[in-house]
């Protein structure tokens, strides 16, 4: 019961420019059980290292997850944040095992496959990429990371005008 989505790249389709993104930090309580020392950064380091940040705690939901997204979406478009840091707490994100009951019971993935999703996403600011580059890269990122109970359910398309003077580099 999978769906595709599709996305145009035309200049005038990609109005973020993620170079305006805050600094992005992705923290998990360290009694998560998906936590890992040495691999993740904790709250509690974050609460001391990061005293002058926004902070969003990411719900155990598909809209949570998508909230945390389009809080560093919202913060590059508006264009005011580039040098601010916005801590992403995904503490509250389920483990990776645990059934999801609205899914017949599959295991849920936990947090870590959208914390490294959003990590790669970071990757773009600064990259020196056009606009639609920038967002055909954003959205890979973020499409790889989406399993529902580990089973892959979307296929992606991606579009460009054949007369774009871009056309070519966009096809390789």
């Not at 998560?32 to 904790?42: A, M, Q, Y």
């Not at 598909?62 to 945390?68: H, I, L, P, V």
């Not at 496959?113 to 639609?132: E, F, Y």
């Not at 959205?139 to 460009?160: F, N």
């Amino acid at each position: 019961n999978g769906s595709g989505v599709g996305r145009a790249y035309d200049d005038d389709m990609c109005v973020v420019n993620w170079d305006n993104m805050p600094t992005v930090h992705i923290v998990l309580a360290d009694s998560h059980p998906d936590f890992v020392w040495g691999e993740d950064e904790s709250v509690r380091e974050a609460l001391h290292k990061y005293r002058k940040a926004y902070w969003f705690e990411v719900p155990d939901s598909r809209e949570g997850w998508a909230q945390a997204v389009e809080k560093i979406e919202v913060m590059a478009y508006e264009k005011k944040y580039k040098d601010d840091v916005l801590v992403l707490d995904f503490s509250k994100v389920r483990e990776k095992g645990r059934p999801i009951g609205g899914m017949q019971n599959r295991p849920a993935s936990g947090p870590k496959p959208l914390m490294q999703a959003i990590r790669r996403v970071t990757t773009v600011k600064n990259a020196g990429m056009n606009l639609w580059k920038q967002a055909m890269f954003v959205d890979h990122y973020l499409a790889e990371c989406v399993l529902v109970g580990g089973a892959r359910r979307s296929a992606r398309i991606a579009t460009k005008v054949w007369t774009d003077s871009e056309i070519f580099e966009f096809i390789n």
